[in-house]
Structure formats: structure tokens, C-alpha cells
């Protein structure tokens, strides 16, 4: 079992930035994986930016210059820099793993709102 506690959402203006925190414990070792997702009500869950281990970091087409994941394997911690802020960037943030055995594992969720 792997636990997954994600931080840092909030409200923002237009233009702002953030920083999105998330800590894993648990049966660390056997994590592959880790990244963002999102959702807005309605919608799916979205691959927001992913980092997996020995591969090439991946992001959404519309977060491509403005959003950064920073993975620490000796920390067991990933965070989403997320700079120039848009309105359709609101939605909730929740981390993600994925284990060499094919588990995946959720973050509880962080709100991030964009507004003015």
C-alpha cells in the first residue's frame, strides 16, 4: 500500500502561480510513477504532468511551458509548479502513483481556483 498526502491548492489571480506538494509513504519502493492529474465537475480526470521512473517527464499540451514537475526519489515527493495561471486551469489537483505491479494510488485532492 502506498498513501499519497497532496498540498498547496488555493485561490490565485490570473497570471499567478502555485506550487502543489504531494509526500508518499508506505511501500514507496515499489512506486513507478508519479504526477498530477485534475478534474472539474462533469468532466474526466486528466493527465496534468507525469514523471515516471527513468522515463520522460510527459505533460498536458495546455500546461506545456507554464507548469513544472518536480520529482525527489530520496524524498518520495513530487510537486507541480504551476506559473501563468488561467481560469480554465480551476479544478481539483490530485497526486498520483503508479507501482511496478500496476496499482495506482490518489492523492485526497487539492483545490486549485483561478479567478480575479
Known amino acids: 500500500q502506498v498513501q499519497l498526502v497532496d498540498s498547496g491548492g488555493g485561490l490565485v489571480q490570473p497570471g499567478g502561480s502555485l506550487r502543489l506538494s504531494c509526500a508518499a509513504s508506505?511501500?514507496?519502493?515499489?512506486?513507478?510513477?508519479m504526477g498530477w492529474y485534475r478534474q472539474v465537475p462533469g468532466k474526466q480526470r486528466e493527465l496534468v504532468a507525469t514523471?515516471?521512473?527513468?522515463?520522460?517527464?510527459r505533460y498536458l499540451d495546455s500546461v506545456k511551458g507554464r507548469f513544472t514537475i518536480f520529482r525527489d526519489n530520496a524524498k518520495n515527493t513530487v510537486d507541480l509548479q504551476m506559473n501563468s495561471l488561467k481560469p480554465k486551469d480551476t479544478a481539483v489537483y490530485y497526486c498520483h502513483a503508479g507501482t511496478c505491479w500496476g496499482d495506482e494510488y490518489w492523492g485526497q485532492g487539492t483545490q486549485v481556483t483561478v479567478s480575479s
Open positions: 508506505g511501500s514507496v519502493f515499489s512506486i513507478y510513477a
Open positions: 514523471a515516471p521512473g527513468g522515463g520522460t517527464t
